[in-house]
Antibody, heavy 115, light 107 residues
Framework: QVQLQESGPGLVKSSETLSLSCSVS????????WSWIRQPPGKGLEWIGY???????NYNPSLKSRVTISVDTSKNQFSLKLSSVTAADTAVYYC?????????WGQGTLVTVSS | DIQMTQSPSSLSASVGDRVTITCQAS??????LTWYQQKPGKAPKFLIY???NLETGVPSRFTGSGSGTHFTFTISSLQPEDIATYYC?????????FGGGTKVEIK
């Protein structure tokens, strides 16, 4: 059973870069798409972007100028960087398997942007 | 972007009731629709894909239907463990987009 686990700082200062990693266990990161999705407190879900194990990416245009997703197949993990964060980026960030529908999710990690 | 509109935004029903949630897409998405269940403090859980296919292990009281722009999600007999927020999501076009969610509570 594939499992995903997010890791990274829970507090980021405004204007700095948010960095998270997602470790994949119980299966290979190869031959799948992998996504980041976020959920502001009490609100709905927003897809951030995906990466294929080859490194090919696609980002939500609403965040594209600030997002970078990368993959490290040797570590079986992928990562998210979101630059120039503001309070509006405070959310639970999920990593998930899939580039269309998401059949496996990490537990999520809350990232708070402080001023 | 394709807008996904869910209704109602919340509902209250009794155990054993039939519950129906609708999801409307702003343009034709064929059957590229999935449904998720999210319990408080937890990640969403994948329930239904391609509008009507049940993911392995998901109880058969959950069903989905529809195509084009109009979709429905039904719980045939509401159980206490079904208390959650349900989201639809389209994967016909990028960016991938979700409905606003429907919170299901027990009356």
């Amino acid at each position: 059973q594939v499992q995903l686990q997010e890791s990274g700082p829970g507090l980021v200062k405004s204007s700095e870069t948010l960095s998270l990693s997602c470790s994949v266990s119980g299966g290979s990161i190869s031959s799948h798409y992998w996504s980041w999705i976020r959920q502001p407190p009490g609100k709905g879900l927003e897809w951030i972007g995906y990466i294929y194990f080859t490194g090919s990416t696609n980002y939500n245009p609403s965040l594209k100028s600030r997002v970078t997703i990368s993959v490290d197949t040797s570590k079986n993990q992928f990562s998210l960087k979101l630059s120039s964060v503001t309070a509006a980026d405070t959310a639970v960030y999920y990593c998930a398997r899939g580039g269309g529908r998401f059949d496996r999710w990490g537990q999520g990690t809350l990232v708070t942007v402080s001023s | 972007d394709i807008q996904m509109t869910q209704s109602p935004s919340s509902l209250s029903a009794s155990v054993g009731d039939r519950v129906t949630i609708t999801c409307q897409a702003s343009q034709d998405i064929s059957n590229y629709l999935t449904w998720y269940q999210q319990k408080p403090g937890k990640a969403p859980k994948f329930l239904i894909y391609d509008a009507s296919n049940l993911e392995t292990g998901v109880p058969s009281r959950f069903t989905g239907s529809g195509s084009g722009t109009h979709f429905t999600f039904t719980i045939s007999s509401l159980q206490p463990e079904d208390i959650a927020t349900y989201y639809c999501q389209q994967y016909h076009n990028l960016p991938l987009t979700f409905g606003g969610g429907t919170k299901v509570e027990i009356k």
